[in-house]
C-alpha cells in the first residue's frame, strides 16, 4: 500500500532534510507530501473537528511535524488537530509541545533523573544576576527557551556584558535561561541521533575557532564517534522521557566522562550525520512512519 507520508514544514522541498524525506518516501513506494503549517488549519464546526484550506482534502495517513524550534502555537494547535482526527504522528502532540522549549525538556528530564546542566530560569533582572551568582559566577550562558541552530546563546563575562547583551533580551513573559558554562577545552560535545528507542548514530561536534557554541550550523566540525553503552542509553533515555520517535540528544561531556543532556531536538537536521555515519537516516524515518501507520490501521480495524 502507498502511505501518504505529510511533513509539516515552511520549508521547501529543496530544503535538505525535506528533500531527503521525499527522496526516501518515493523510493520505499510511498508519496511524501509537504504541508505548510500556515496555509492548513484547524477547523471545529458544526460539532466536529476537521481542516480547511491547502491540503484539506484527505490528510495524510500519517506525519512528520519538522518545524523546528521556532515553532508557535498555530502550528501546534494544528499538529493537535491533526492528531485529535486520528492521523498518528511521529512526534506526537505532547513530544513536540516539551521539546520546543529548552527549559521544559530540561525540566522534564531532570525529573525523570537524567543529568542536565545547572540551569536557572529567570524573568526578570535580579533574577539574572541571582542566578549568576547561584551558578558560581561568572562566566555564564544565557539561552533563550527557543533558538536555533545556536542562535540567541551567549556567553556573558561580567555584569556590564549581562547588561548590554543578555538583559536586553530578557522578555518578562518568555523567560531566559542561565546555565553554568563549560568551556569547550573541559568537554565533548556529542549528538546522538535515536530513532523508535535505538540509538541509529552519533556525532561529536567541534565549535569553530573562537566559538564556544558546537554546532555544524555555525562552522563547528562534525565527526563521527562511537557512544558506550551508558551514553548510548542516557540519550535514549531522554528521548523516551520527552516521548520522542525522532530526536536529536546534544550531550556535553566533562573531563571526568560524566554527561550532560543539553537538548532534545524533535525535527533535527541530518545532513551531517548522514555524511558521517553512512546511513540512510532519511530512509529510517520513513520507514518508521510507514510502519506507525500500518500499526494504527490494525489496531483501529481502519
Known sequence: MVVRIGIITVRGPDYHPNRRLLEAARAAGHRG??????????????????????????????????QGAQIGDACLAL??????????????YEAVTIARNKFLTLQTLTAAGLPCPDTIFVNEAPGFFHAVDRLGGYPVVAKQVSERQGDGVLRIVDPEDARDR?????????GLMVQRYLPPDERRD????????????????????????ANFHLGGLIRPTQLSGRLGQTAVRAATAIGCDVAGVDMMI???????????????GF????????????????RLAARRYRNHSENTGL
Open 33 to 66: 507530501i509537504l504541508i505548510h503549517p500556515y496555509r492548513l488549519w484547524p477547523e471545529n464546526s458544526a460539532g466536529r473537528l476537521g481542516t480547511t484550506g491547502e491540503r484539506a482534502a484527505g490528510l495524510p495517513h500519517v506525519v512528520l511535524p519538522r
Open 254 to 268: 566533562d573531563g571526568k566522562g560524566r554527561p550532560f543532556i543539553v537538548e532534545v531536538n524533535y525535527s533535527p
Open 271 to 286: 545532513k551531517g550525520m548522514e555524511a558521517v555515519s553512512g546511513q540512510d537516516i532519511a530512509g529510517r524515518i520513513i
Open 166 to 174: 543578555a538583559l536586553p533580551g530578557l522578555d518578562r513573559k518568555r
Open 190 to 213: 556529542i549528538r546522538a541521533l535515536v530513532i523508535d528507542g535505538q540509538l541509529i548514530c552519533a556525532a561529536a561536534l567541534v565549535p569553530a575557532r573562537g566559538d564556544f557554541r
Open 79 to 92: 499538529i493537535r488537530q491533526i492528531q485529535l482526527l486520528g492521523v498518528p504522528l511521529v512526534n506526537p
